[in-house]
């Protein structure tokens, strides 16, 4: 029998093992979502988000930034505060969360396109029915999705819940 402390790591995989698992969900007819981000501190949205893209199908994976990933983003010097194994151990600790893979480049687009899910979700900052890649709202890889009948959704966010909030009332 696993170990908590043995799932908790077995959660957190490479794209090969990802693969692997993804068969065997498909070949027991399981529905997978996929969403991604850099998750760097934890807070009510993210979990209430995670919760939300979990309940759409029978498991959810994420993406995770890598530490790299995250810098390229132009986000604040100091960013990510935690680095990607912290991340994702701690993202890997939710139930609502089947697998946690880390991804370099700086979109899932490749992740998404190997992995192919079959909903890609993300928070509501970003536009289900956008199309234009160029869009601030669109969310990576909605034209994979078109093309293999699967879903693009956006799911509400918490309200007064932003990792950069966070990190100014921690400062003050």
Known sequence: MMTRQENLQNKIVTLEEAIRRVGIWRNTGM????TNGCFDILHTGHVTYLTQAA???????VGLNSDASVKRQGKADNRP???EASRAIV???LSAV???VIFDENTPYELIKTLQPDIVAKGSDYDADERNTDSK??????????ATGGKVVSIPLVEGFSTTNLIQKIKQ
């Open 55 to 61: 309940d759409l199908a029978n498991r959810l994976i």
């Open 98 to 100: 089947d697998l946690v």
């Open 137 to 146: 709202t669109y969310i990576v890889g909605a034209d994979l999705m078109d």
């Open 81 to 83: 505060i935690n680095s």
């Open 91 to 93: 993202l890997a600790g």
């Open 31 to 34: 529905k997978i979502t996929f």
